[in-house]
C-alpha cells in the first residue's frame, strides 16, 4: 500500500517533467497532474510496475474546467476563449489496495489526450463518453464515436461543457421547449 | 475446399423482448455463429449528469433513484456516502443501521428481479413469479417506511427522510424467516434444473484478468472466482462491523466466470444479505434519524469519489464541488454501462441463442446504463 506521495515520487523518477504536480491540499482526494501526451506510458506503468499494480480503472472522467481567459475587444464588450479540459482517472490496485487520481489537463481549443484503451479495455466505453459529452478526442482509441447522444448529433455540440447551449434545432426540425 | 462467405449483420432490439430494456445489439454473424457484438445505446439517456449541474444536493437524491430503478436505496445510499465524504458528515448510528438493513433488502429485491428475469430469458417462467411474490413483500416494508414501491428518495444526505415503522423489525424478522426457506425453491427450480444448467454452464466464459481489466465489478467479477467485494475490500458505512461470507464462482457446473457461475453468485449472495440484516435488526441502537441532516448542503471546494457495493457492482459517483449549492460535475459510474462493454468479448463464438444467456448473466439495468 503506497500514499500519493510515494506515487508521485515514483512516477516523478520514472517520467520526469510529464508529471506536472501532485494536488494535495484540497479535500479529500489527492491527485497527480500530467501532460496529455504521455498518458499511455504512464498508465502502462502504473498497471505494470510491481509497487504499484493498479490493475482497476474505477472511472475515466471528462471534466470542463470552466476557465476561459477573459479578453477585452476593441469595442468594448468582453469575450471568452480557451480554458482547459481535464481528464481524471481514478485508479485501483486489487492486490495492494491502494488508489490514485490522476488528472491530465488539454487546451480546449484542440483537447487531445493519448487513449489508455490498450491498458485497460474498460477505458474503451469510458473515453467515448467523455468525448460524447465534453468532446475530448482520445488518440489512438479503435472507434471513437458518440456514444449516449444519437449518431447524428451535431458535430461541434458537446452537452456537459460549460458553454453548452441548448440547440433550437435538431435534424431541421424545431425543438418545442 | 473452403467457400468463402460473407458475414451477416443482425439486429437484436432495441425493442426485444429480452434485452430487458432499449438496447440494440448488432450481431456479426458467421452462419449461426457470433464474429462480434457490437451494443448500441443510448436510448434512454436522460442528461442525468446535466441535470446534476443545475440542482441543489438533497434535489439530485430522487435522479438519482432512476439510475439504477431496481435498486433505487442503493443508489441514493452512495450519493449519500460520497457527499457526507466531501463534507465531514457524522451520520447517527441508527441511521447507519437503518441504511445497512435498507440496503441489503434491496439487494435481495433486485437479486430477486435479476434470478426471476433470468429464468425468464432462458424459458423458464415460473421462477419468475416465485422471485416476484416474494420481490413484493420487501416493497411493501419499503413501502411502510416511505410510501414509495420503486423509487423511494429514502436516504439522504446526513439522515433519512423518515425513521421506520414501529413493527418494522418485527415484520422484518417475521419476513426473513419466510423467505429463508424459499431460496432452496429456487434453487430447486432453476439453479439445479438439467435444462437451465445445460443453457448456462460453459457458456459465457470470463477469466478474472479480463473481468479486472474490463472493470467489472460485483456479482459480475466475483462470478469468475475473484473474491472482492467493497463491503469488505474498502468498506463504507458500517460494514465492517458484521460477519458475512463473499460467495464467488467455483465453476460447479462447468468452468469459472460462466453464465451459471455469475447466476448462482447471487442466489449466494441473497443469503449473505439475510445474515446481515438479522445482525443489523439485533443490533439497531435508538436515536433520531435526521439530526444529522445539514440545513443547507454546501461541501467545501474539492473533489471525491465515493463508491459503493450495488447490487450490480461497483456504483461510483465522482463529485467535483467548486463551493457552490450545486456540484460543479457530479460523474456516475454505473456498474452496469461497464458491465455492457465486455459483451463483444463474451459472445465471440457462441450461438445466437446464447446471447440472450449471456446478456441476462451479467445483469444489466439500461436505466444506469444511459443515464
Same mark, same amino acid.
Given at each position: 500500500?503506497?500514499?500519493?506521495?510515494?506515487?508521485?515520487?515514483?512516477?516523478?523518477?520514472?517520467?520526469?517533467?510529464?508529471?506536472?504536480?501532485?494536488?494535495?491540499?484540497?479535500?479529500?482526494?489527492?491527485?497527480?497532474?500530467?501532460?496529455?501526451?504521455?498518458?499511455?506510458?504512464?498508465?502502462?506503468?502504473?498497471?505494470?510496475?510491481?509497487?504499484?499494480?493498479?490493475?482497476?480503472?474505477?472511472?475515466?472522467?471528462?471534466?470542463?474546467?470552466?476557465?476561459?481567459?477573459?479578453?477585452?475587444?476593441?469595442?468594448?464588450?468582453?469575450?471568452?476563449?480557451?480554458?482547459?479540459?481535464?481528464?481524471?482517472?481514478?485508479?485501483?490496485?486489487?492486490?495492494?489496495?491502494?488508489?490514485?487520481?490522476?488528472?491530465?489537463?488539454?487546451?480546449?481549443?484542440?483537447?487531445?489526450?493519448?487513449?489508455?484503451?490498450?491498458?485497460?479495455?474498460?477505458?474503451?466505453?469510458?473515453?467515448?463518453?467523455?468525448?460524447?459529452?465534453?468532446?475530448?478526442?482520445?488518440?489512438?482509441?479503435?472507434?471513437?464515436?458518440?456514444?449516449?447522444?444519437?449518431?447524428?448529433?451535431?458535430?461541434?455540440?458537446?452537452?456537459?461543457?460549460?458553454?453548452?447551449?441548448?440547440?433550437?434545432?435538431?435534424?431541421?426540425?424545431?425543438?418545442?421547449? | 475446399?473452403?467457400?468463402?462467405?460473407?458475414?451477416?449483420?443482425?439486429?437484436?432490439?432495441?425493442?426485444?423482448?429480452?434485452?430487458?430494456?432499449?438496447? @440494440?445489439?448488432?450481431?456479426?454473424?458467421?452462419?449461426?455463429?457470433?464474429?462480434?457484438?457490437?451494443?448500441?445505446?443510448?436510448?434512454?439517456?436522460?442528461?442525468?449528469?446535466?441535470?446534476?449541474?443545475?440542482?441543489?444536493?438533497?434535489?439530485?437524491?430522487?435522479?438519482?433513484?432512476?439510475?439504477?430503478?431496481?435498486?433505487?436505496?442503493?443508489?441514493?445510499?452512495?450519493?449519500?456516502?460520497?457527499?457526507?465524504?466531501?463534507?465531514?458528515?457524522?451520520?447517527?448510528?441508527?441511521?447507519?443501521?437503518?441504511?445497512?438493513?435498507?440496503?441489503?433488502?434491496?439487494?435481495?429485491?433486485?437479486?430477486?428481479?435479476?434470478?426471476?428475469?433470468?429464468?425468464?430469458?432462458?424459458?423458464?417462467?415460473?421462477?419468475?413469479?416465485?422471485?416476484?411474490?416474494?420481490?413484493?413483500?420487501?416493497?411493501?416494508?419499503?413501502?411502510?417506511?416511505?410510501?414509495?414501491?420503486?423509487?423511494?428518495?429514502?436516504?439522504?444526505?446526513?439522515?433519512?427522510?423518515?425513521?421506520?415503522?414501529?413493527?418494522?423489525?418485527?415484520?422484518?424478522?417475521?419476513?426473513?424467516?419466510?423467505?429463508?426457506?424459499?431460496?432452496?425453491?429456487?434453487?430447486?427450480?432453476?439453479?439445479?434444473?438439467?435444462?437451465?444448467?445445460?443453457?448456462?454452464?460453459?457458456?459465457?466464459?470470463?477469466?478474472?484478468?479480463?473481468?479486472?481489466?474490463?472493470?467489472?465489478?460485483?456479482?459480475?467479477? @466475483?462470478?469468475?472466482?475473484?473474491?472482492?467485494?467493497?463491503? @469488505?475490500?474498502?468498506?463504507?458505512?458500517?460494514?465492517?462491523?458484521?460477519?458475512?461470507?463473499?460467495?464467488?464462482?467455483?465453476?460447479?457446473?462447468?468452468?469459472?466466470?460462466?453464465?451459471?457461475?455469475?447466476?448462482?453468485?447471487?442466489?449466494?449472495?441473497?443469503?449473505?444479505?439475510?445474515?446481515?440484516?438479522?445482525?443489523?435488526?439485533?443490533?439497531?441502537?435508538?436515536?433520531?434519524?435526521?439530526?444529522?441532516?445539514?440545513?443547507?448542503?454546501?461541501?467545501?471546494?474539492?473533489?471525491?469519489?465515493?463508491?459503493?457495493?450495488?447490487?450490480?457492482?461497483?456504483?461510483?459517483?465522482?463529485?467535483?464541488?467548486?463551493?457552490?449549492?450545486?456540484?460543479?460535475?457530479?460523474?456516475?459510474?454505473?456498474?452496469?454501462?461497464?458491465?455492457?462493454?465486455?459483451?463483444?468479448?463474451?459472445?465471440?463464438?457462441?450461438?445466437?441463442?446464447?446471447?440472450?444467456?449471456?446478456?441476462?448473466?451479467?445483469?444489466?439495468?439500461?436505466?444506469?446504463?444511459?443515464?
Amino acid at each position: 500500500m503506497k500514499s500519493s506521495k510515494e506515487i508521485f515520487e515514483i512516477l516523478k523518477d520514472e517520467f520526469g517533467d510529464k508529471i506536472l504536480e501532485l494536488k494535495e491540499d484540497i479535500p479529500v482526494d489527492p491527485y497527480i497532474i500530467v501532460t496529455p501526451d504521455s498518458t499511455e506510458k504512464i498508465a502502462r506503468f502504473l498497471h505494470d510496475s510491481s509497487d504499484l499494480q493498479f490493475d482497476s480503472l474505477m472511472v475515466l472522467s471528462g471534466v470542463d474546467d470552466n476557465n476561459p481567459v477573459k479578453t477585452k475587444n476593441e469595442d468594448g464588450t468582453e469575450s471568452l476563449s480557451g480554458g482547459t479540459l481535464s481528464v481524471y482517472y481514478h485508479l485501483y490496485s486489487i492486490p495492494l489496495n491502494h488508489k490514485i487520481v490522476i488528472r491530465a489537463v488539454t487546451e480546449k481549443e484542440n483537447p487531445m489526450v493519448q487513449s489508455v484503451e490498450s491498458v485497460w479495455k474498460t477505458a474503451d466505453w469510458h473515453e467515448r463518453e467523455a468525448f460524447d459529452m465534453v468532446g475530448i478526442r482520445f488518440e489512438n482509441h479503435p472507434d471513437l464515436t458518440r456514444i449516449l447522444l444519437p449518431y447524428d448529433w451535431d458535430e461541434s455540440s458537446f452537452p456537459l461543457r460549460k458553454d453548452y447551449k441548448n440547440p433550437e434545432f435538431y435534424q431541421g426540425m424545431k425543438i418545442p421547449y | 475446399m473452403s467457400i468463402k462467405t460473407e458475414h451477416m449483420v443482425l439486429n437484436m432490439g432495441p425493442q426485444h423482448p429480452s434485452t430487458h430494456g432499449v438496447l @440494440r445489439l448488432e450481431l456479426e454473424l458467421n452462419g449461426e455463429l457470433i464474429v462480434n457484438v457490437k451494443p448500441h445505446i443510448g436510448y434512454l439517456h436522460r442528461c442525468f449528469e446535466k441535470h446534476a449541474e443545475a440542482m441543489t444536493y438533497p434535489q439530485i437524491i430522487p435522479y438519482t433513484d432512476r439510475i439504477d430503478y431496481l435498486a433505487s436505496i442503493s443508489n441514493n445510499f452512495g450519493y449519500a456516502v460520497t457527499v457526507e465524504k466531501l463534507m465531514g458528515i457524522q451520520v447517527p448510528e441508527r441511521v447507519e443501521y437503518i441504511r445497512v438493513i435498507f440496503g441489503e433488502l434491496q439487494r435481495i429485491a433486485s437479486h430477486l428481479v435479476a434470478i426471476g428475469t433470468y429464468g425468464l430469458d432462458i424459458g423458464a417462467f415460473t421462477p419468475f413469479l416465485y422471485c416476484f411474490r416474494d420481490r413484493e413483500k420487501i416493497l411493501s416494508l419499503f413501502e411502510m417506511t416511505c410510501g414509495a414501491r420503486l423509487l423511494y428518495n429514502y436516504i439522504w444526505v446526513g439522515g433519512l427522510s423518515h425513521d421506520i415503522h414501529p413493527e418494522f423489525v418485527r415484520l422484518t424478522r417475521e419476513f426473513l424467516n419466510y423467505f429463508r426457506p424459499q431460496v432452496e425453491e429456487v434453487n430447486q427450480l432453476l439453479s439445479y434444473n438439467k435444462i437451465f444448467i445445460e443453457r448456462t454452464a460453459n457458456i459465457g466464459i470470463l477469466p478474472a484478468e479480463t473481468a479486472i481489466n474490463f472493470g467489472m465489478t460485483g456479482p459480475n467479477l @466475483r462470478g469468475s472466482g475473484v473474491k472482492f467485494d467493497l463491503r @469488505r475490500n474498502d468498506p463504507y458505512s458500517i460494514y465492517d462491523r458484521f460477519d458475512f461470507d463473499i460467495p464467488v464462482g467455483d465453476g460447479r457446473m462447468g468452468t469459472v466466470g460462466d453464465c451459471w457461475d455469475r447466476y448462482f453468485v447471487r442466489v449466494l449472495e441473497i443469503e449473505q444479505s439475510i445474515r446481515i440484516i438479522e445482525q443489523a435488526l439485533d443490533q439497531i441502537p435508538e436515536g433520531d434519524v435526521s439530526s444529522a441532516i445539514p440545513k443547507r448542503i454546501k461541501p467545501p471546494v474539492g473533489s471525491v469519489y465515493g463508491r459503493v457495493e450495488n447490487p450490480r457492482g461497483e456504483l461510483g459517483y465522482f463529485l467535483i464541488s467548486d463551493g457552490g449549492l450545486n456540484p460543479f460535475r457530479l460523474k456516475v459510474r454505473g456498474p452496469s454501462f461497464v458491465s455492457l462493454s465486455v459483451m463483444g468479448e463474451l459472445c465471440k463464438g457462441h450461438l445466437i441463442a446464447d446471447v440472450i444467456a449471456i446478456l441476462g448473466s451479467i445483469d444489466i439495468v439500461l436505466g444506469e446504463v444511459d443515464r
